[in-house]
């Protein structure tokens, strides 16, 4: 499940990183053919290993923490509501093996019973996945809209014509240690509270 969720922020801010530089170039059309690079002039680029900014992010790991407890109380409630129905349901059947139902109807509307009892139990489990996975798509755009803001506020000064994110090895296959920003975007994320 972390690395699940660690491939989904991943994704997310993989695309939003590119969002955002597209938008930024669209609107900034009549500047670009002023800023346009000159022969032999170095584009200025820089990357963002979103690995290591998400293992030392603090408010990332405060939020999976959080999220990764909300799944872990969602899992026992429904193990601990499962459990009881297993149980209803083996004394259900030992009734029915010792003829314990003093009449059919009686034993067909416990095993009703039983049966909408275990359908509520797949509507808790459903919801409770639905909520985790919604509670998980708030996480990941609070952390896009601090990272976003961050790299803006960050580039006002530093001008850079591109910021990649790389995740591993998907997006950047060699990158030269000195156009990473990674400690400088992490350090001002985690000063922003």
Do not use: W
Not at 93 to 98: A, D, L, S, V
Not at 161 to 178: D, E, P, V
């Amino acid at each position: 499940m972390k690395n699940l969720l660690l491939y989904i922020i991943n994704g997310v801010l993989v695309v939003a990183v590119v969002v955002l530089f597209i938008l930024f170039f669209c609107n900034k059309e009549d500047n670009s053919k002023e800023q346009a690079l000159t022969e032999g002039e170095v584009l200025p680029i820089a990357y963002v290993n979103i690995d290591t900014l998400l293992l030392n992010y603090d408010l990332y790991k405060t939020m999976s923490e959080e999220l990764l407890q909300e799944e872990e109380r969602s899992r026992a409630s429904v193990n601990q509501k499962a459990n009881v129905l297993q149980a209803e349901m083996v004394d259900f059947q030992n009734k029915i093996e010792n003829r314990a139902f003093l009449s059919e109807e009686r034993a067909r509307s416990e095993q009703e019973r039983l049966v909408r009892k275990q359908r509520e139990l797949q509507e808790l489990d459903s919801k409770l996945a639905q909520d985790l996975v919604a509670k998980q798509k708030d996480m990941n755009d609070k952390l896009f809209k601090t990272l976003d803001s961050v790299v803006t506020e960050y580039n006002k000064d530093k001008k850079y014509h591109f910021i990649f994110s790389n995740t591993g090895s998907n997006n950047i296959l060699y990158g030269n240690k000195a156009y990473n920003i990674t400690d400088e975007i992490l350090k001002l994320l985690n000063e922003k509270k």
